[in-house]
């Protein structure tokens, strides 16, 4: 967890993932897709040839939004997805 960045306007977790070719980033999205449809939970993603750039934002996304236990959790889990 300690590579993700905490912002506070607008509130969300973001972090970059670095790869050192496209078919170990194209591996981590697929995962990362799977493990998103099994928990309901869709980040925000962008990637290139061989980044990943996730953000997570609070599931009520009103002006008073926190981040969660669960948005921490579930940032911890996508880390478990690297190989």
Not at 2 to 16: F, I, N, S, T
Not at 53 to 65: C, M, Q
Request: hydrophobic residues 30%.
């Amino acid at each position: 967890m300690d590579q993700w960045q905490e912002r506070k306007r607008p509130v969300c977790l973001e972090r970059r993932y670095e790869f050192d070719s496209y078919s170990e980033t194209r591996d981590f999205l697929d995962r990362l897709g799977e493990h998103s449809e099994a928990t309901r939970r869709f980040p925000d993603i962008s990637f290139g040839r061989t980044y990943v750039n996730v953000t997570l934002r609070p599931d009520n996304e009103n002006e008073a939004a926190q981040l969660s236990e669960a948005d921490h959790r579930f940032a911890a889990e996508i880390d478990g997805l690297l190989r």
